[in-house]
């Protein structure tokens, strides 16, 4: 089992910038894949970003390429969502997501497969 805790969001204006961490416990041992989604409300869950377990690849939605930066610490299993530039349809719950990779250079995270979630934590961008 792995648990994951998320920290940061709120509510800011367009343009301004927020950081979201996101720490995975329990069984980390092996390698995985972890990332971010999001969920507005009325809109299915949508992949954001993610970064492999050796963080030398990243992957980024389209819509927020350029703007938001995923890192991460492999020795405090954790994962920065780092958002610039933020405008008002960024606004939605945002999801942390681990998934284990046998590779360890992968970004995908498959949600038809094993996928362990965060509680999610609201970001709202106002005009």
């Known amino acids: 089992q792995v648990r994951l805790v998320e920290s940061g969001g709120g509510l800011v204006q367009a343009g301004d910038s927020l950081s979201l961490s996101c720490t995975a416990s329990g069984r980390t041992v092996t390698m995985y894949v972890m990332g971010w989604f999001r969920q507005a409300p009325g809109k299915e869950r949508e992949f954001v970003a993610a970064?492999?377990?050796?963080?030398?690849?990243?992957d980024y939605a389209d819509s927020v390429r350029g703007r938001f930066t995923i890192s991460g610490d492999n020795a405090k299993n954790t994962v920065y969502l780092q958002m610039n530039s933020l405008i008002p349809e960024d606004t939605a719950n945002y999801f942390c997501?681990?998934?284990?990779?046998?590779?360890?250079?992968?970004?995908?995270?498959?949600?038809?497969?094993?996928?362990?979630w965060g509680q999610g934590t609201q970001v709202t961008v106002s005009s």
């Open positions: 970064i492999s377990w050796n963080r030398a690849s990243t």
């Open positions: 997501a681990f998934q284990y990779d046998t590779t360890g250079w992968g970004t995908r995270i498959s949600t038809s497969e094993d996928v362990y």
